[in-house]
């Protein structure tokens, strides 16, 4: 990408249409053991192409990785839970 700010866009743009629709499939699947284990083996496709196809969407799935990893530590360490 040769703008300067493509891949903050990319980053603000993709990273919560990743996680939301994350969430909204996990959500769909509370009840199924095999459609949480597709939703994580989609996650891990998802960051496999990522990876092939090089920095600007290496760093989008990294912050998504990252936001998905600190909105589950959250929500398993709060004492209200």
Same mark, same amino acid.
């Given at each position: 990408?040769?703008? !300067? ?6 980053? =603000?743009?993709? =990273? ?8 909204? #499939? ?11 284990? #597709?939703?994580?083996? #989609? ?11 090089? !920095? !600007?969407? #290496?760093? =989008? ?13 959250? =929500? ?6």
């Amino acid at each position: 990408m040769d703008r !300067p700010g493509a891949e903050i866009a990319l980053v =603000v743009l993709c =990273v919560p249409l990743i996680c939301g629709a994350t969430l909204w #499939l996990w959500h769909l699947a509370r009840n199924s053991l095999q459609g949480r284990l #597709l939703i994580i083996a #989609l996650w891990l496709v998802l960051a496999a192409m990522s990876l092939i196809s090089g !920095p !600007p969407f #290496l760093i =989008v799935m990294g912050c998504a990785a990252m936001m998905m990893g600190m909105l589950f530590w959250a =929500v398993h360490t709060t004492p209200w839970r």
